[in-house]
């Protein structure tokens, strides 16, 4: 499966951006698609996952209430609406997908998010 991510960049806090990743199929291995994201000199970290089949979406704790993620299936692709960005979510942000929803198997290249404070 390949993964391509989209929307990265550079804004100051408080911003918005999304991020979007379309894989280049629908098969049970991408029964449920995220991302995780590295923030600088820490370790990846779950931040949202969404699953394609049944209506379950989660996001971490650090961002409830200001990431949203969302998909569209008839584009094999899911969103990652954040909003009221914090310096805090200065990281990578790496697209992936699993089987399962207990963890990802793949992950795509990722996309650098910088917020300034």
């Known amino acids: 499966v390949q993964l391509q991510a989209c929307g990265g960049g550079s804004v100051p806090a408080g911003d918005s951006l999304r991020l979007s990743c379309t894989a280049s199929?629908?098969?049970?291995?991408?029964?449920?698609i995220g991302w995780d994201r590295q923030r600088p000199g820490k370790e990846r970290e779950l931040v949202a996952k969404i699953a394609w089949s049944a209506d379950s979406a989660l996001v971490s704790d650090d961002v409830k209430g200001r990431f949203t993620t969302t998909r569209d299936n008839a584009k094999n692709t899911a969103y990652l609406q954040m909003s009221d960005l914090k310096s805090e979510d200065t990281a990578i942000y790496f697209c992936?997908?699993?089987?399962?929803?207990?963890?990802?198997?793949?992950w795509g290249r990722g996309t650098q998010v910088t917020v300034s404070s």
């Open positions: 992936a997908v699993g089987a399962s929803w207990t963890r990802f198997d793949q």
């Open positions: 199929e629908q098969s049970p291995s991408t029964n449920v």
